[in-house]
Each structure stands twice: as C-alpha cells, then as structure tokens.
C-alpha cells in the first residue's frame, strides 16, 4: 500500500468511528519523522483509546503490522505510530 492510501484508510477509520475534526498535514520531503501527521478528537477518554486501539487493529487487518499506541495511560490523548504517518487524537479542549 502507498502511503497516501494508508493515510486515506486511517482518515475513513477514524471517520467511521465518530472521531472528530480530522485534520491531515503533509510533511513530506517537511521533515524526516514521519511524511504525514493525522490529527482528529475524540469525545472522551473512552473514545480516544477506543479509536486508538481499533486504528491499530485495522491497519493490521490492512497489513500495515507493527504500529504501536504512545499515551495508553493518558485520558487527553493518545498517539498511534504507523511508522511514516503519525495520528493523534486528543480530547477536544486538549487540542
């Protein structure tokens, strides 16, 4: 899969799921830690590991394997590295 279409399933995903404000910026050839950065909200602490935890199952059904979820702990945010695109997805006054 490129990653334009990776990037256009993680936005379907968390669309399908209720996430909010979804916002992708293009970073490529921008820097070298990722080439697109997806930031959406998410409408609680449940919500936002619950979008967390079905991108990461998705992108393995997709066969993007090895993405791994930052903040488990944190109730305003979480982070899912999908190794070259980057999610984000806060509480809305977090944001």
Known sequence: MKI????NSIEKI??????????SINLKNKSYIADYIVVASGTSSRHLQSLSEILVTELKKLGHIGCRIEGRDSRDWKLVDAHDIIVHIFHPEKR
Do not use: M, P, S
């Open 14 to 23: 968390l669309d399908d799921n209720k996430a909010q404000n979804i916002v």
């Open 4 to 7: 334009v279409e990776i990037k």
